[in-house]
């Protein structure tokens, strides 16, 4: 049987809880609860009678929290709530619309968009390789993002570090644009567009919308893009009937276009709006909290004013140790050593973590970690010298060390930089 959603919530969840109605912006530090706050929010609202369930949109980053956030709702009783990403959401309803917007059924979705970046780059008469091409995909999905058109691109990107010259990349990008077109398909930055601009230019499309959904929660508030946040406008439309649930210092989608001003400017478009803090930090120990507020404490300007101040809720552990390396390759040989200490002083190897970033950052560590002997075991991901793209790199500087071998009159390095160009 369901439980009460109100139980088994700290004071600052059960007030973020109670908060139903009009603007809210909840304000969630790492580790503090915020998809059991936001999950019993929506139970709450719906148990209570003041939402009907299908009425909500909940809308998350990946499919996987959609996934987590349905799974939550149904063990709270709930069901019918609609848990989704910007871009499923938008998938639907373009699908449902687009015979009265489009004139026909929706065109089918771009499986491969670097082949269009590449015929797009060809046109330009540019011989990218693989690395070019990735950025030259990813640039053009942050100037979609940004609501950036080709013809304003090269102005548009001051100050951004692009793949080559920005003129360039206009080019590539208005030529993709048009090999899209001609090839009747979308990417996924379409969706959104397409799907705001049917709300935005159809007075019928929107009553629709907007009569199906009264009620919306966005979480990762500050990873939201102009593209996303334009979509999120034309489902609200002049309504405020919107929780937005978000932390300024965990923005990680920065060089995809997001923009955490939409969360620090939250309360200036909606001045009546609640604002809820979550600082009750469940996840580590206080030491471990202490020195992330200090880290975070360099903010400054705009950042500074949204800064939460996390209180560590586990019993105490170790003290954290900081060290800086020279470089990366000097970091890595560390952490070796210091899990070969571990070992020898009797813990065993399973019992070590080794975190990053991001999977690029696993290469140095696997390197250290085997030169040292240790075993290790990569979870979410491949071992580096693994992966495919790893493998056939190291197929090709295999043969082009047995062709040096015996062709004396290419030395290695030259045939190295061929396989590499």
């Not at 048009?178 to 230019?201: M, N, P, S």
């Not at 003290?319 to 070796?336: I, K, L, S």
Request: glycine share 8%; charged share 25%; proline share 6%.
């Amino acid at each position: 049987m369901p439980g009460d959603p109100l139980d088994g919530l700290d004071p600052e969840q059960h007030a973020a809880v109670l908060a139903v109605r009009g603007p809210v912006c909840i304000l969630a530090g790492a580790g503090t609860g915020k998809t059991r706050t936001i999950t019993h929010r929506i139970a709450y609202a719906v148990s209570s009678g003041q939402l009907p369930a299908q009425q909500i949109l909940a809308v998350t980053f990946t499919a996987r929290a959609a996934g987590e956030m349905r799974a939550r709702l149904r063990q709270l009783g709930v069901g019918g709530v609609q848990a989704r990403t910007f871009h499923a959401a938008a998938l639907r309803q373009l699908r449902y619309f687009a015979p009265r917007v489009l004139g026909g059924a929706m065109p089918g979705l771009t499986d491969n968009k670097i082949r269009l970046v590449a015929q797009a780059a060809a046109r330009c008469r540019l011989q990218p390789d693989r690395t070019l091409l990735r950025d030259l995909a990813a640039e053009i999905e942050w100037a979609k993002a940004r609501v950036v058109s080709p013809e304003d691109y090269p102005t548009r990107s001051a100050g951004r570090e692009p793949p080559t010259d920005p003129a360039t990349v206009a080019a590539v990008y208005a030529s993709y644009e048009e090999i899209k077109k001609r090839a009747g398909v979308l990417d996924f930055e379409d969706l959104l567009l397409i799907t705001a601009y049917a709300i935005e230019q159809h007075r019928d499309v929107a009553e629709q919308v907007r009569a199906q959904y009264r009620h919306f929660v966005v979480d990762e508030y500050q990873d939201v893009n102009p593209l996303q946040q334009r979509l999120l406008e034309a489902w609200l439309g002049d309504r405020d009937e919107l929780c937005v649930v978000g932390d300024v210092n965990q923005t990680i989608y920065s060089f995809t276009g997001a923009d955490p001003g939409y969360l620090l400017e939250f309360t200036r478009r909606f001045p009546g709006a609640a604002v809820i803090k979550l600082e009750r930090d469940y996840r580590s120990t206080p030491q471990v909290v202490e020195l992330a507020n200090t880290v975070l404490s360099g903010a400054r300007g705009r950042m500074a004013g949204s800064r939460l101040r996390l209180v560590g809720q586990r019993p105490p552990g170790a003290a954290p140790a900081v060290r800086d390396y020279a470089d990366e390759p000097a970091e890595a040989a560390a952490v070796a050593a210091a899990c070969q200490r571990l070992i020898d002083a009797g813990t065993t190897a399973a019992e070590i973590a080794i975190l990053y970033r991001v999977n690029a950052q696993s290469e140095g560590y696997e390197k250290a970690l085997a030169d040292a002997g240790i075993p290790y075991v990569v979870r979410g991901g491949q071992r580096f010298f693994e992966r495919p793209e790893i493998r056939e790199a190291a197929l090709l500087l295999r043969g082009a060390a047995r062709a040096a071998d015996t062709d004396p009159a290419e030395p290695l390095p030259a045939a190295v930089e061929q396989v590499l160009a």
